[in-house]
């Protein structure tokens, strides 16, 4: 009996070990076939996920481009301010001074003077004006002593000057005297010390016309004279230093033709005169201890056409 047991207790024991033996090899048959399957899943995936396109995100695409033309407009518009910007090139006036003309002065009709005074306008109708002082030598040669701008008339210049039209006479002219509420500053010319109550006529019908007159009545000037008939030489600081230009004057004198033409002190707001030219300071005074009654000195005094008509 015993031996009977014990065999059937050894066959249950082998019996139980196979089958543990196969399901053993069975488990390890589905684990790894699970994970044989998750891996091939895995890698499909991946391979799908690096081949596929990104649905694209229309608010994202539309954030992006924002931004990108955000930061080109501010590069464009540091561009713009790290670059100097551009003006436009005024233009150039179309008309060359004559007195730029080598030996130009020659062909003027400046009869036995031996210095000269040219003042050019570009137009009759303009303001402004280049002044050039020349003095011929022993071998008549004209040589250039002074250069500046200066100013004409508010209205420009006129062959044709009248009474208060606010036009330099144009032509040629000599001087008649240098004047000044200053002392000399040393002239070789006759230099008239102006004093208060000194005036220059421009009384219509007057016999003083166009000359210099000396008043200190009780009256006023106004009612000596007449409204605007008249220039106060020894207060206006135009008149600091001056030269009479002989325009108008003496004996051949035309009534209503103009008066008062004087070389003198630019006026201290850089406009126009009311007929006469109009210089700086310093080159005015320089001009009036140069000119030289003995070299008959003129002053031309003409547009850019009028001076390339001789």
Same mark, same amino acid.
């Given at each position: 009996?015993?031996?009977?047991?014990?065999?059937?207790?050894? +066959?249950?024991?082998?019996?139980?070990?196979?089958?543990?033996?196969?399901?053993?090899?069975?488990?390890?048959?589905?684990?790894?076939?699970?994970?044989?399957?998750?891996?091939?899943?895995?890698?499909?995936?991946?391979?799908?996920?690096?081949?596929?396109?990104?649905?694209?995100?229309?608010?994202?695409?539309?954030?992006?481009?924002?931004?990108?033309?955000?930061?080109?407009?501010?590069?464009?518009?540091?561009? %713009?301010?790290?670059? !100097?910007?551009?003006?436009?090139?005024?233009?150039?006036?179309?008309?060359?001074? *004559?007195?730029?003309?080598?030996? /130009?002065?020659?062909?003027? !009709?400046?009869?036995?003077?031996?210095?000269?005074?040219?003042?050019?306008?570009?137009? %009759?109708?303009?303001?402004?004006?280049?002044?050039?002082?020349?003095?011929?030598?022993?071998?008549?040669?004209?040589?250039?002593?002074?250069?500046?701008?200066?100013?004409? &008339?508010?209205?420009?210049?006129?062959?044709?000057?009248?009474?208060?039209?606010?036009?330099?006479?144009?032509?040629?002219?000599?001087?008649?005297? %240098? /004047?000044?509420?200053?002392?000399?500053?040393?002239?070789?010319?006759?230099?008239?010390?102006?004093?208060?109550?000194?005036?220059?006529?421009?009384? !219509?019908?007057?016999?003083?016309?166009?000359?210099?007159?000396?008043?200190?009545?009780?009256?006023? !000037?106004?009612?000596?004279?007449?409204?605007?008939?008249?220039?106060?030489?020894?207060?206006?600081?135009? *008149?600091? =230093?001056?030269?009479?230009?002989? =325009?108008?004057?003496?004996?051949?004198?035309?009534?209503?033709?103009?008066?008062?033409?004087?070389?003198?002190?630019?006026?201290?707001?850089?406009? &126009?005169?009311?007929?006469?030219?109009?210089?700086? %300071?310093?080159?005015?005074?320089?001009?009036?201890?140069?000119?030289?009654?003995?070299?008959?000195? +003129?002053?031309?005094?003409?547009?850019?056409?009028?001076?390339?008509?001789?």
């Amino acid at each position: 009996m015993k031996n009977n047991f014990m065999k059937s207790i050894i +066959r249950t024991l082998s019996f139980n070990k196979k089958a543990i033996s196969i399901v053993m090899v069975l488990c390890i048959i589905s684990i790894g076939s699970i994970l044989i399957s998750s891996y091939h899943k895995n890698s499909h995936i991946t391979a799908n996920s690096l081949s596929a396109k990104p649905k694209p995100n229309s608010k994202l695409n539309k954030s992006s481009e924002n931004k990108k033309l955000k930061t080109q407009i501010t590069k464009a518009s540091l561009k %713009e301010q790290i670059q !100097p910007s551009v003006e436009p090139k005024e233009k150039k006036q179309s008309t060359k001074l *004559y007195s730029n003309k080598i030996n /130009f002065i020659n062909k003027l !009709p400046l009869k036995n003077s031996s210095q000269a005074v040219i003042v050019e306008t570009p137009s %009759e109708a303009s303001t402004i004006m280049k002044l050039k002082a020349y003095e011929k030598d022993n071998s008549n040669a004209w040589h250039l002593k002074f250069i500046t701008n200066g100013v004409v &008339g508010v209205k420009g210049i006129s062959l044709n000057k009248k009474e208060g039209d606010l036009k330099t006479p144009e032509g040629i002219f000599s001087f008649l005297f %240098e /004047f000044g509420s200053a002392p000399s500053p040393g002239t070789k010319m006759e230099y008239r010390q102006i004093h208060n109550g000194d005036y220059w006529c421009s009384v !219509p019908n007057a016999k003083e016309y166009n000359t210099l007159v000396t008043y200190k009545g009780k009256s006023s !000037p106004d009612s000596y004279f007449g409204h605007g008939n008249y220039q106060n030489l020894y207060t206006n600081k135009c *008149y600091k =230093y001056a030269a009479a230009i002989n =325009y108008n004057y003496g004996t051949n004198k035309t009534i209503g033709n103009g008066s008062a033409v004087f070389l003198h002190i630019q006026p201290p707001n850089g406009g &126009g005169t009311p007929g006469c030219v109009g210089i700086p %300071e310093n080159t005015l005074v320089q001009i009036l201890q140069w000119m030289n009654p003995s070299k008959n000195p +003129r002053i031309v005094i003409g547009s850019t056409h009028y001076l390339s008509t001789f």
